[in-house]
């Protein structure tokens, strides 16, 4: 695989965008791609780090900017913009994630100058960032460098104008070799400490310049005509909770110039070579949708979440989009990839869900509610981070009420269905004695207190907002219903597995102190859940949608802005959908539908679904595959594999969309190669895109790591070593697999 992004256009516009689609991260740390050498208003993601802010609850800090580099030569800053640009190119390499950066400039006062960099936050090393960089100039004379570590940050707030501090620097240090920042959030939950340190073997003065800034060395160099000088530039910030944080920041920083860069590379080199031994999908046939795919998947791996103190954001480490909050995203869409490529990091994220169950009792209990009721949108602690309003205006007279952190329920069977899925493709038994059931425990006792008992339809859910978000204060939303419906049935089938197996299962139970009254209850609810009924086959999406105005548009489009005004206006009184809803449900519990009634659905919402989130294409892709839909399927999925490339919503610049990439890739699995996972085992039911002529990519499954390759004539599936036999179902054809087995399969 060699997959290199090249970008050569130079505008702030662009500069922004490239921003989030350049971005380098670890989990720990994301560096957006901003060149170095201007200024910007985007410092660094740390992920877990959250602060206070007005309007948002808390949200994701942005932290000291130390990518920037100053550069003058002869007197002269070498700034892009106010000097002759004859090359601009940046190269993002995801094969071993690096991003490059070639720059030439004709200054004004007539020298001609180059400068190349390349950048990488290590794969190893969590708290290490390197660059580094040439420069080289056609004249002698004076270069300066200036290494900031620069404190003064902020993030900006519900109009871009009013900027949020969420740090500031309780220490400013340099040593002979270094400088150091130590710096706090403002709530005071959280300390960095960043070290930094620009390195030359060229004879350099240098100098320490502190100010309210922050911090920066300064080397001056006297440099020859046409001769190429190299610096490396250290960096390492650490979040650990620990008094010695400066000692350890230091002496890392220490550990790694000693490593040097070549070796530093060459550990994160080797970092993204394992990474892309499980996560490749090579594609024969189609190198366009190959890269699309891919570059996907290189951008949800670098938001990996290091450790359950945070999961998977909805833009992940690239931004500042919805505040670096955690939705129903992660489970639903970004997950399942995880899960199956990188089970234990799946696991991290759905243990961020379980160190934060009290929070979500607690939110229960405040809503008047029992069990766990999880936000809408979590940050660090747990706690709904929903703005309840955003205001319009700079003085905040004009507000938008955002009635999702109150309604919008479903996330909490959201989880839940994740949490079963985790243990269906792994089987981890410990996670799911100890913490999985817990949270499926839970959840089920929130349904069972969330519903209302009507005489004539059983069980409702009132006043919900759907994954549909255009209609608010629904009755008994499809999705909702029967998410809610499937919780407390995996709470009834987990209680029955769990006294089955004894041991830790059912000292969880007690613990948990679930009895067999409430299950019975459970299964009453589920039972008797009222689904809003089908008219021509079609399910009503909630309460009272078929009696609205009806309204159409081109599948093919996307967005509310081809929209007629009148109709915006009044969205939520017409028929018209935000993203898929009923479809949405259809693709997760896929078994309880037949084919005839998921396409009647599909026939009539995919007109009527405006696509304006991005969690759409990749849910309708998914189903329109099945149906046998393959142009839709394909173009939504290419649509998908390139919405930031192409920054197709407009708002790439706010982060990566990282439930279309997980959608992206689910696409494939579920879609195009027709997988699922199946209590018994693993059934592939395949529907290649027309101009496939191969794919092979690999996941695991209870241990064994399998490798599939689907062609429009076969399936073959090679295993691992491993014990059991796994029992596969492709294309109706019943087989067995055995470990170190290659299977083929003819379609
Ligand atoms: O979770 C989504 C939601 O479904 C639509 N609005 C944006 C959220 C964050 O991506």
């Given amino acids: 695989m060699k997959f290199n992004f090249q970008f050569k256009e130079y505008s702030p516009k662009t500069e922004e965008v490239y921003g989030t689609i350049l971005t380098l991260g670890n989990g720990h740390i994301g560096i957006r791609g901003e060149i170095e050498l201007e200024p910007t208003v985007y410092g660094t993601t740390v992920a ?45 390499d995801i094969e071993d994630g690096t991003l490059k950066t070639w720059i030439e400039l004709e200054t004004n006062k007539g020298a001609r100058v180059s400068y190349e960099s390349l950048r990488i936050v290590h794969g190893k090393r969590k708290n290490v960032v390197v660059l580094k960089f040439k420069f080289k100039a056609d004249k002698k004379g004076l270069l300066t460098l200036i290494n900031p570590i620069d404190v003064d940050v902020a993030n900006p707030s519900y109009r871009p104008e009013i900027l949020v501090k969420h740090c500031y620097a309780e220490e400013l240090d340099f040593g002979e070799d270094f400088i150091y920042a130590g710096v706090k959030t403002i709530d005071g939950k959280y300390t960095l400490g960043i070290a930094s340190s620009l390195i030359t073997d060229k004879e350099a003065n240098r100098s320490v310049v502190k100010s309210v800034k922050g911090i920066a060395e300064v080397l001056s160099i006297e440099v020859e005509a046409d001769r190429v000088y190299e610096f490396v530039k250290y960096i390492v910030i650490s979040s650990e909770r620990d008094s010695a944080l400066k000692d350890e920041t230091l002496k890392e920083l220490g550990e790694v110039k000693e490593l ?11 970092y993204w070579s394992e990474i892309w031994k499980k996560a490749k999908v090579e594609i024969e046939g189609d190198e366009e949708a190959e890269k699309g795919l891919n570059f996907s998947l290189f951008h949800l791996i670098q938001s990996l979440p290091r450790d359950n103190n945070i999961s998977l954001t909805a833009r992940g480490i690239h931004g500042f ?122 959840t089920a006792r929130f349904w069972a207190s969330r519903v209302e008992f009507d005489e004539k339809k059983g069980y409702v859910i009132k006043k919900v907002i ?111 959908i935000k993203q898929a809803d009923v479809i949405a449900a259809q693709y997760l519990l896929k078994d309880q539908f037949d084919i005839d009634t998921i396409k009647r659905n599909f026939d009539y919402y995919i007109v009527r679904t405006t696509h304006a989130s991005s969690l759409s294409m990749p849910a309708y892709s998914i189903v329109a595959s099945w149906l046998g839909y393959g142009d839709l399927a394909y173009e939504y999925f290419m649509k998908c594999a390139y919405i930031d490339l192409k920054n197709l919503y407009g708002n790439t610049h706010d982060g990566f969309h990282l439930a279309t990439a997980g959608g992206v890739w689910q696409t494939l699995f579920r879609g195009f190669c027709g997988i699922d996972i199946t209590e018994d085992g693993i059934s592939i039911n395949p529907h290649l895109p027309s101009k496939w002529k191969a794919v092979k990519f690999g ?34 054809k019943e087989v067995s697999l055995r470990p170190n087995e290659k299977i083929v399969v003819p379609l």
Avoid: C
């Fill in 699 to 732: 996941f695991s499954f209870r241990g064994r790591w399998l490798e599939i390759r689907v062609t429009p004539k076969e399936v073959i599936v090679k295993s691992d070593e491993g014990k059991e036999v796994i029992k596969l179902s492709i294309a109706g």
């Fill in 260 to 270: 040097g860069f070549e070796k530093l590379f060459a550990e994160h080199r080797e």
């Fill in 466 to 576: 759907g994954p549909d978000e255009y209609h608010e204060h629904v009755d008994n939303s499809f999705f909702t219903n029967l998410m809610a419906k499937h919780n407390l049935l995996l709470g009834v089938a987990y209680y029955k597995k769990a006294l089955n197996k004894g041991g830790y299962w059912k000292k969880t139970v007690d613990r948990v102190k679930v009895t067999e009254e409430e299950v019975l209850k459970w299964r009453e609810i589920a039972e008797k859940m009222y689904l809003p009924p089908q008219v021509d086959g079609v399910f009503e999406e909630f309460d009272g949608y078929f009696a609205l105005q009806d309204y159409t548009v081109d599948p093919h489009g996307i967005g509310e802005a081809r929209l007629p005004e009148e109709i915006r206006k009044k969205i939520g009184k017409t028929r018209l």
């Fill in 321 to 442: 989009g919805y505040r670096g909050h955690v939705f129903w995203d992660t489970e639903i869409y970004a997950l399942p990839f995880f899960i199956a490529v990188f089970p234990e990091d799946a696991k991290r994220m759905l243990m961020y869900r379980y160190r934060n169950l009290e929070a979500a009792k607690e939110n229960a209990k405040l809503n008047g509610y029992k069990g766990a009721q999880f936000p809408w949108e979590s940050a660090d602690d747990g706690y709904e981070a929903t703005p309840p309003l955003v205001p319009l205006d700079m003085a905040g007279r004009e507000v938008v009420r955002i009635y999702t952190g109150e309604e919008e329920h479903h996330i909490t069977a959201d989880i839940a269905y994740t949490v079963d899925l985790y243990y269906k493709f792994t089987n981890d038994e410990d996670f799911m004695a100890k913490y999985g059931l817990e949270i499926i425990f839970e």
């Fill in 48 to 92: 877990g780090i959250y602060d206070y802010a007005p309007y948002f609850y808390r949200e994701i800090v942005n932290a000291p900017r130390v990518i920037g580099l100053g550069m003058m030569f002869n007197g002269e800053p070498l700034n892009l913009s106010t000097h002759k640009l004859l090359k601009y190119e940046r190269e993002l």
